[in-house]
């Protein structure tokens, strides 16, 4: 029984069909189609889960992706937007200074006039 469990040891554990194997009785046989069995659909349950590991990362690039261009388009929204505004503040101030320029220019240049033609500029 002693070589038996070295003959198993050697044979790393369980019956692959090498020569240990293929010399044994037939009760390791027997024992050798039951292992086979058993590895075979331990075999199975290994590629399924590396089925379901490779399904899992596939998912998580996905999603990478989608974050990186949801990401990316909040970033150029968030730039036009900073772009609009810097235009529209540059429009309002050329727009008092020519109301200024202008309402000193005729002659009304004091500066209630100035203040009133600046306040109504901003207001239209």
Known sequence: MESWGR???ACHGYFCGCCICRSSDSSRSSDSSRSSSSRSSSSRV???VVVVEVVVVEVVVVVVVVV???VAVVVVSLVV???VVVV???VV???LVVVVVVVVERGGGTAATVASAV???RVA
């Open 119 to 121: 306040i109504a500029a």
């Open 46 to 48: 290994v590629v399924e």
């Open 93 to 95: 101030v050329v727009i």
């Open 68 to 70: 990186k261009v949801v």
């Open 7 to 9: 003959e198993i040891s």
């Open 88 to 90: 529209v503040v540059a």
């Open 81 to 83: 937007v900073v772009v």
